[in-house]
């Protein structure tokens, strides 16, 4: 027996014990064991080097799951994307979170990564088009179960693909919306009702409350009781107290006017009218606290003359 074959013998032990050590779990230690075991491949058996440092990725992944970390921020999931182009599709023998171990497509671990990857991603960077990009990725995956999204932010729970795409899909229209909520209210509630329907169907039910409310905001019209203007979005339009006497409401309806603009003790002005009213009567109090601090300062004077006055004449 040739020193090479001894050696490519022992090299095959070693391998063995790595893949016990990942089978019952052992995460950290398989994961170190893989990484030696690709330094050595590198003589013994070129060809096999690639799978081994992608299952010392993968487990140092589980390890840091296990350990609850963010594999995201430590920098493992980029760590084992890096290798899509070389490893390609193999099918491979591995652990994976959950208790799975068995055969598994290389392809399909790294799209699902690539996938969550570029979602976070997208949300950090408020980026839609990036996250339009996640859509698609996911939607490759479809209705199969997704392996690692229960571990991983932004998801953490268990979803199929073609959710966790129409999740994507939900954020990005709000990104997208989010540009026009000033400019134009109607656009956005156009971007907003896609978000809303998104959501729905990817069964994130909180969200989707959040924005079906932001798009009664955004359809709301009402025309401002100083300026008589018809304005478009809650966010600018403020309701002030006042005395509004049902004289008024008949008024309103007497002129074929918005009766919405008023409530029993409240009406509605437009956002220039209410901050025009507030600076002017901000600015008014400022004057007349003004002029009250120099009363005191004064009467103050008084005061302290009388003392001494007293004082003398005791
Ligand atoms: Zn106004």
């Known amino acids: 027996m040739s020193v090479s074959q001894k050696a490519l013998m022992k090299f095959s032990q ?7 050590a990942a089978r019952i779990r052992l995460f950290s230690k398989a994961s170190k064991q893989y990484e030696k075991l690709a330094e050595k491949a590198r003589e013994l058996q070129p060809e096999i080097a690639i799978e081994l440092q992608f299952y010392s990725i993968l487990y140092r992944l589980l390890d840091e799951i296990e350990d609850g970390k963010d594999p995201m921020k430590t920098g493992t999931v980029s760590a084992l994307l890096r290798l899509t182009p070389q490893i390609g599709d193999r099918r491979l023998v591995m652990a994976l979170p959950g208790g799975r171990f068995g055969e598994f497509s290389t392809f399909r671990i790294l799209r699902e990564l690539k996938a969550i990857e570029t979602m976070a991603i997208g949300l950090s960077r408020n980026d839609h088009n990036m996250l339009r990009q996640a859509v698609d990725l996911f939607m490759n995956i479809g209705d199969e179960m997704l392996i690692f999204s229960m ?4 998801l953490k729970r268990r979803i ?3 959710r ?3 999740e994507c899909e939900g954020y990005a229209q709000v990104i997208e919306g989010a540009r026009f909520v000033d400019e134009d209210p109607s656009a956005a509630a156009e ?6 329907r998104a959501f729905r169907s990817a069964r994130l039910h909180d ?3 959040i924005y079906q409310n932001t798009l009664i905001g955004l359809r709301v019209e009402l025309t401002c009781w100083i300026c008589g203007r018809r304005v478009k979005g809650a966010s600018h339009l403020v309701w002030m107290p006042a005395q509004v006497s049902n004289y008024f409401v008949k008024l309103l309806e007497e002129n074929k006017e918005d009766v919405r603009s008023v409530k029993p003790n409240r009406l509605v002005v437009c956002k220039p009218c209410y901050t025009a009213i507030s600076n002017e009567a901000l600015a008014q109090a400022r004057k007349e ?3 009250v601090m120099a009363r005191v300062q004064e009467l103050e004077r008084r005061l302290r003359r009388l003392e001494s006055t007293v004082h003398t004449m005791g």
């Open 14 to 20: 070693e391998i063995e014990k790595a893949e016990n």
């Open 289 to 291: 606290a003004a002029r």
């Open 160 to 162: 199929t693909g073609r």
């Open 164 to 166: 966790a795409a129409l």
């Open 207 to 209: 969200k989707e409350a």
């Open 151 to 154: 571990y991983l932010s932004p």
């Open 191 to 196: 971007y907003y009702m896609m978000a809303v």
